[in-house]
């Protein structure tokens, strides 16, 4: 996600930090560099221009030029007014029963899906949900939601298939039958949009609000849409009161810029990015960290997610033991590099890292890549269960057959023993340091 603009910004920052003095012309010149950023990404120009000059105010107010690490003063400044920018969020909190949620957008937006992905959200709660489909001029829009719903948990979709031809107020109504018999916690309906705005029948929706009397109304905008998304938002908080705004299709190459402009343009509070076409696909907007993405701050937050999903906490925790212990085998560590390249290999890993351009440097240097991971397992798989206890077992008739088994030479086995010797004394080092008590944290 806004992968382009944040590597652009990164080596702006990256630059910024490096130089040590920092002047005024240097702020000057990292701020226009930023602009032009923000907007080759499709952020509006009266979005950008404020933006850099608020930061400037902020920057040279500050003193910068005194201060002692005056780039990363900078940083910090622009990240807490990206935050700002891209505005606090609060998730949508299902505080009455029922309550009743609204998805409106132009057709293709995403708006369909979107429910499937919410319903699956409040399912995980256990909530009880029903979805509805007023997109009565399609009847595939309606069969499409009928089949998601029922992939998911406790939801009861209406119409039913014996119910047809219905009008858009007979929809609302059976809908909220439905809720009452059901004692369903949550209504999500979906509505009918058109291609362009000027089509979209705004009367058909506020009825549909008012029969409801909808709690909550989400609308639905493709990020590929670019600038229009911002006309397209305008035009249906017009006719509508809306309440948050989904951003989808942010797995796609566009630039970004859009979920940066949408809330200083709209007022609307971001609720969630939908970044795929799965059920799962869906993300809680935290402005917090998107800014930090942005500025190459990394997102651990992320990685430890991920992390989450790989490592159970009784593996993580027996890893720590085994670190704590000094016993960690090459075993141990060939079932690490394998996780690790379950996590999507280094270079994911590395992009959600802080300094993440560094360390792909140092890595680089020392010729470690998802290559050499592959090689490596492959190495450690040619061990004996003895010698992967005991590396000290391995001299050179050994190495020579490890070497020959695992299709690799003796001077890459050689440096993987290696490079396991220094690892060990690196865990011995940093035992005290609670790297035991970070691998446990991952693993929660
Ligand atoms: N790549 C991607 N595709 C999406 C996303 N959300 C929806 N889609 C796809 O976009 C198309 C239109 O979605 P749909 O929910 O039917 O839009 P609607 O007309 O607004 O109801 C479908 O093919 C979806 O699978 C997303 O976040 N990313
Ligand atoms: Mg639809």
Redesign the pocket.
């Known amino acids: 996600m806004f992968a382009s603009l944040s590597s652009r910004i990164s080596d702006i920052f990256e630059k910024l930090r490096k130089s040590g003095i920092l002047k005024e012309s240097n702020v000057d010149e990292a701020l226009r560099e930023i602009r032009i950023a923000l907007l080759e990404a499709d952020v509006s120009l009266d979005v950008a221009r404020k933006f850099i000059a608020e930061v400037r105010e902020k920057a040279i107010g500050q003193n910068v030029i005194k201060s002692i690490s005056p780039g990363q003063m900078v940083t910090k400044i622009v990240h807490d007014h990206l935050v700002e920018l891209l505005g606090k969020s609060r998730p949508i909190e299902i505080n009455k029963k029922p309550y009743k949620i609204m998805l409106i957008?132009?057709?293709?937006?995403?708006?369909?899906?979107?429910v499937g992905k919410l319903a699956k959200i409040f399912s995980k709660k256990n909530k009880k949900i029903v979805t509805a489909s007023a997109?009565i001029h399609r009847p595939a829009?309606l069969e499409?939601l009928r089949v998601l719903s029922k992939k998911i948990n406790g939801t009861t979709f209406i119409p039913s298939e014996a119910e047809t031809d219905l009008s858009c107020a007979q929809i609302c109504k059976l809908a909220l039958k439905a809720i009452e018999n059901e004692g369903a916690d949550v209504l999500i309906m979906?509505t009918a949009?058109r291609l362009h705005i000027d089509q979209v029948k705004m009367s058909e929706l506020q009825e549909i609000h008012k029969i409801i009397n909808s709690d909550e109304i989400i609308l639905?905008v493709d990020i590929m849409t670019g600038q229009d998304a911002l006309n397209i938002a305008n035009k249906f908080s017009e006719a509508l009161p809306i309440s948050g705004i989904i951003l989808?299709?942010?797995?796609?190459d566009a630039r970004g810029g859009v979920a940066l402009s949408m809330r200083a343009i709209t007022g609307c509070e971001i609720k969630f990015l939908?970044?795929?076409?799965q059920l799962d696909?869906?993300e809680f907007f935290d402005a917090e960290r998107i800014a930090s993405k942005l500025l190459g701050m990394g997102d651990i937050v992320s990685l430890v997610e991920k992390a989450k999903e790989n490592f159970s906490k009784e593996e993580a925790e027996e890893t720590a033991k085994k670190l704590q212990e000094g016993i960690f085998t090459f075993d141990d560590w060939a079932a690490q590099m394998e996780k690790m390249s379950k996590l999507g290999g280094l270079k994911t890993i590395l992009e959600m890292l802080p300094q993440s351009k560094q360390l792909q440097g140092l890595m680089d240097a020392h010729g470690i890549s998802d290559k050499t991971v592959v090689k490596n397992i492959a190495i450690v798989k040619s061990m004996t269960n003895k010698e992967k206890r005991n590396y000290k077992l391995l001299n050179g008739s050994r190495r020579k057959r490890i070497a020959a088994g695992s299709g690799t030479t003796i001077q890459e086995v050689n440096k993987l023993i290696k490079q396991y010797e220094s690892a060990l004394d690196l865990f011995k080092k940093i035992r005290k340091n609670g790297m035991g008590k970070m691998m446990t944290m991952i693993g929660r």
């Open positions: 957008g132009l057709q293709g937006a995403g708006k369909t899906t979107t997109d829009a499409q979906d949009g639905v989808t299709r942010v797995d796609g939908c970044t795929g076409e696909d869906i």
